[in-house]
């Protein structure tokens, strides 16, 4: 089965500044990449997601990158704010079922 | 739109009772999941249901968890007997699939389990 592993476990930044967490899957035939966020007593939110067919996507601050060769997909949060901070999962996917990294807990000092 | 909705939010029970779970999933999706949190495991599926009918129970963890889906607007994980390892947060997740590429999962607000 697919083995998602998620670097690192823990992100502290100051307000501004950007936050990087990386992610590696195992299964070639994943072909889909989403990033979920989750804030305290919540559920996971999505906020972006990426297809293999696509190397790069943007959505205002969040940018998430890909690279099949290499099984490695990565989130980028820039001018991070407080509201960023939050418990963020990637996972990967080749069809219904979604592998989720362990979660990297980003905290934005302010 | 009403995103995916579950029901309690929050359980406390005995070791020994029986426990129910309901969700709602979002009118017009066809797939549904329920998964299980914890700080040891993670994100863990449960069962995956498409069209009402399971598809996928190898993540339940033993007999005594259930879980069922009379229609395309409900679905239920009971666990009989409850046990304080069952203590988790069950979140419910529905999605459109297939026919078209894996979509997006969308998750309700969850259930925190306390089994004492």
């Known amino acids: 089965g697919e083995n998602v592993e998620q670097h690192p476990s823990t992100l502290s930044v100051q307000e501004g500044d950007s936050a990087v967490i990386k992610c590696t899957y195992s299964?070639?035939?994943?072909?889909?990449f989403p990033w979920y966020k989750q804030e305290l007593g919540k559920g996971p939110q999505l906020i972006i997601d990426?297809?293999?067919?696509?190397g790069e996507k943007k959505d205002q601050r969040i940018a998430v990158t890909l690279n099949k060769t290499a099984k490695h997909f990565s989130l980028h949060i820039t001018e991070t704010q407080p509201e960023d901070s939050a418990v963020y999962f990637c996972?990967?996917?080749?069809?219904?079922?979604?592998?989720f990294g362990a979660g990297t807990t980003v905290t934005v000092r302010a | 739109d009403a995103g995916v909705i579950q029901s309690p939010r929050h359980e406390v029970t005995e070791m020994g009772q029986e426990v129910t779970l309901r969700c709602k999933p979002i009118?017009?999706?066809?797939?549904l999941f329920w998964y299980r949190q914890t700080m040891m495991r993670g994100l863990e599926l449960l069962i995956y249901f498409n069209n009402n009918v399971p598809i996928d129970d190898s993540g339940m963890p033993e007999d005594r968890f259930s879980a069922k889906m009379p229609n395309a607007s409900f679905s239920t994980l009971k666990i009989q007997p409850s046990e304080p390892r069952d203590s988790a947060v069950y979140f419910c997740?529905?999605?459109?699939?297939?026919?078209?590429?894996?979509?997006?999962?969308?998750f309700g607000p969850g259930t925190r389990l306390l089994v004492l």
């Open positions: 009118s017009g999706h066809n797939s």
């Open positions: 990426i297809r293999s067919n696509v």
């Open positions: 299964d070639s035939a994943s072909n889909y």
């Open positions: 997740a529905s999605s459109l699939y297939p026919p078209v590429p894996p979509e997006t999962q969308y």
């Open positions: 996972a990967a996917s080749g069809d219904y079922k979604l592998s």
